[in-house]
């Protein structure tokens, strides 16, 4: 059980902003939020992580509800690179917590 | 650069036959992984190693072993290969600790195993 919700499918055009978003309504207070993506023929690659504050880096941006609920990855300019199938996955607790990867949101760029 | 690698990107094998799928990763990575992938399924966790010779079940481990013998080799066995188990098998490390924000997990590029 992933316990996290997103969109089966978005699309977007080339170089426009994408909202990609995730719902983890359930979420405890030391759950952090992870989005990684995969492209086609390759295996996962990680995005971004948060906890509580919005977060950036170089790939993506990720805005965090402030009640933790829902988050919401941003690809400020999309590529036609781009499209994969995003994961948005909660960490569980526990040093030996484990990753647990929904279907996530298959995104298409068109040109 | 990280690396995790797999032996075979493809692989076909008959119905009842013993599989070995291996990997390997560079990064001197305690935590080890596998999962299998199948349309509309996501990806669904097998098996998993904290250390070596250390296995815990992962969600799915019916029909599955695994050995950890080195620290940066991790198999998956298939005692007795079954068409159901026609899938894509990805392999992934980590360091050790909680799953955190320095604790990035590096996939593999896959397996695709069909089984006739």
């Known amino acids: 059980d992933a316990k996290t919700t997103q969109p089966n499918s978005m699309e977007s055009n080339e170089e426009e902003p994408v909202h990609l978003p995730c719902n983890h309504s359930t979420i405890s207070g030391t759950d952090y939020i992870h989005w990684y993506r995969q492209l086609p023929s390759q295996g996962p690659e990680y995005v971004i992580h948060?906890?509580?504050s919005n977060v950036n880096n170089r790939m993506a941006s990720l805005a965090i509800a402030e009640d933790r609920k829902s988050s919401t990855l941003i690809l400020h300019r999309a590529t036609l690179r781009d499209a994969a199938v995003y994961y948005c996955?909660?960490?569980?607790?526990?040093?030996?917590?484990?990753?647990?990867f929904g279907k996530g949101t298959k995104l298409s760029v068109k040109p | 650069d990280v690396k995790v690698t797999q032996s075979s990107r493809y692989l076909v094998k008959r119905t009842g036959e013993k599989v070995f799928l291996e990997c390997v990763q560079d990064?001197?990575?305690?935590?080890m992984f596998w999962y299998r992938q199948d349309p509309g399924l996501g990806l669904r966790l097998i098996y998993f190693s904290y250390d070596v010779k250390m296995k815990e079940k992962g969600d799915i481990p019916e029909g599955y072993s695994v050995s950890r013998e080195k620290k940066e080799r991790f198999s998956l066995i298939l005692e007795s290969a079954s068409t159901n188990q026609t899938s894509m098998y990805l392999c992934?490390?980590?360091?050790?600790?909680?799953?955190?924000?320095?604790?990035?997990?590096?996939f593999g590029p896959g397996t695709r195993l069909t089984v006739t």
């Open positions: 948060g906890l509580t």
């Open positions: 996955i909660r960490s569980y607790g526990g040093s030996q917590g484990n990753l647990i």
């Open positions: 992934a490390s980590r360091p050790t600790g909680a799953v955190s924000p320095d604790n990035e997990q590096y």
């Open positions: 990064m001197d990575h305690e935590n």
